[in-house]
C-alpha cells in the first residue's frame, strides 16, 4: 500500500476533482481528501481544506506536471 502524498489544498471538492483528474490525465494516481465541514456555512480554519495526495514515488512527477500545467496561465505564444 503506497503512501501517499500532500501535492496540492484547495478550497472546494470541485478544484480538487479537477486537479485530480489532470494528474489521473497524466498516469498519476490521485485522491481526493476532503476536510471540508458540511454542517456551517463558513469554512473553519482547515475544516475547509480540500486536499489531493499522490503516491509518495510520484509526488515530484506530480509537482512537475501541475507546474507545467500552470506556467503557460494567461500567456500566449501567438504574436498580435
Request: glycine letters at 8%.
Amino acid at each position: 500500500m503506497p503512501d501517499w502524498k500532500l501535492v496540492r489544498t484547495l478550497g472546494t471538492e470541485e478544484e480538487a476533482a479537477l486537479v485530480a483528474g489532470f494528474l489521473e490525465a497524466a498516469g498519476i494516481d490521485a485522491r481526493v481528501e476532503s476536510l471540508r465541514f458540511h454542517q456551517e456555512p463558513v469554512n473553519f480554519g482547515r475544516l475547509g481544506e480540500v486536499r489531493v495526495l499522490v503516491p509518495e514515488d510520484e509526488l515530484e512527477r506530480a509537482e512537475a506536471a501541475l507546474a507545467e500545467s500552470s506556467a503557460g496561465d494567461g500567456e500566449s505564444d501567438t504574436e498580435t
